[in-house]
């Protein structure tokens, strides 16, 4: 599951796109295989053209480039780890899945707005929020549109529990006892006269 959208508070933003800016600039970029990568390539060079223009387009739309932008140094499929600032809902990074090193960063003004703005796409895999408030655990949790919701916690993915998305993120569940049902063929046989 790769995240496509950071949708932060206003209050925090200032400092969270500073902290992220800073944590993403020691990423280790390189062969998966090595010891110590955290970011390999992309998978082919589509991929990477898809990026860049995510990139371009927020670009052009008012999003700021905080950090990364263009292709890494190694060559190839291989592309800066990037962030972009001052996301909006004009940018393609607001509608459509990147599946790159892109971080665009939205803001927003009240719970009810960022609830909004999360659900605002026809993906719905996943989702992760934070909060210390119990209160909004519950209303956030069951506001977002999503078949998983991390809540203070960013890996998601355990066979024990249901796997899958809705909207266009699938249909179905595989992983725990729900899972197989998806795998199977009911069927209804009505016998008489025998």
Known sequence: VCTNRFIVQEGVYDT???????????????????????QGPMINPAAVDKVKEHIADALANGGELIYGGD????????????????????????????????????KFKTEEEAIHMANDT???????????????????GEGLEYGIVGINE????????????????GMGREGSHYGIEDFLEIKYMLMGGL
């Open 71 to 106: 292709s890494h140094e190694l060559g190839g499929s291989f592309f800066t780890p990037t962030i972009i600032g001052n996301a909006n809902t004009n940018m393609k990074v607001a509608t459509e899945e990147t599946f790159g090193p892109l971080a665009p960063v939205f």
């Open 16 to 38: 969270f796109v500073a902290k992220l800016a800073e944590a993403t600039a020691q990423l280790k970029v390189g062969n998966g295989l090595d010891e110590g990568v955290q």
């Open 122 to 140: 026809e993906f719905g895999l996943a989702a992760y929020f934070y909060t210390r408030d119990i209160g909004r655990v519950w209303r956030v």
């Open 154 to 169: 960013g890996i998601i993915s355990t066979e024990v529990a249901p796997f899958g998305g809705v909207k266009e993120s």
